[in-house]
């Protein structure tokens, strides 16, 4: 089955040439001007992936997208913003709310296609059978889940690939260098930053079972995952 893209955008023009890129890339693309278009699609069917514009009538994307967050049913959706220049500076936030990605306006469909390619790489299972447990954690790797002990872990689709590579790599210590070129790829321009945010969402979301001290800063070197806490 073709992957559903949802585009959120009330600028028709560049809705239509998101649009024309989409079937260019072999994805189904679906239309949505504003928030209320955008929730009926999704309960439609559930998009593979949410472009979402930064600026919508009536709400921002940013708020979208962090109600997308604590929504169930697209938590795990991968969400790339559309922003316009000048906007970049409030990237972190927009990470920090739940974002995947960044393109900024005017991008050409090359690059359109290389961010979305990129995060649906990051968000798929590596691996069916890449199930690992360490201390308390375990990631069931078929079902896509994380639990501690029998309680499921919510997480979205980068710090899952995030949480999964230090599993695997327990006891080890990372610079932020190397988590980037493991967990984004090499060709994906992303500022170092943009680890600490993801860091602070995998923490935040292993704080409820008290598991976030796994995730330690190692001053002057980057992070590390282990068991002892
Ligand atoms: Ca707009």
Redesign the pocket.
């Known amino acids: 089955m073709q992957k559903r893209i949802l585009i959120v ?3 028709p023009a560049i809705r239509d040439m998101v649009a024309f890129a989409l079937r260019k890339g072999e994805y189904e693309p679906v239309h949505a001007g504003d928030a209320r278009e955008a929730q009926s699609a999704i309960a439609e069917r559930v998009p593979d992936l949410i472009l979402l ?4 009538p009536g709400i921002s994307g940013l708020e979208l997208a962090r109600r997308w967050r604590r929504d169930e049913l697209t938590r795990e959706v991968p969400i790339i913003m559309l922003t316009a220049r000048g906007e970049e500076n409030d990237r972190v936030s927009g990470l920090e709310s739940g974002v995947d990605d960044y393109v900024v306006k005017p991008f050409s469909a090359r690059e359109l296609l290389a961010r979305i390619k990129a995060v649906m790489r990051r968000s798929r299972e590596d691996d069916p059978d890449g199930s690992v447990s360490v201390g308390q954690l375990r990631i069931d790797g078929a079902a896509h889940r994380v639990f501690a002990g029998s309680t499921a872990v919510p997480v979205g689709p980068t710090e899952y690939r995030l949480l999964h590579f230090f599993m695997t790599h327990a006891e080890r210590v990372y610079t932020r260098t190397q988590l980037l070129d493991h967990i984004w790829g090499g060709n994906v321009y992303v500022e170092e930053r943009t680890v600490d945010v993801h860091i602070r969402r995998l923490r935040k979301a292993l704080e409820p079972a008290l598991l976030d001290n796994m995730v330690q800063t190692v001053r002057g070197a980057g992070y590390r995952f282990s068991a002892s806490t």
Request: proline content about 0%; hydrophobic content about 45%; cysteine-free.
């Open positions: 955008e009330d600028e514009d930064w600026m919508l």
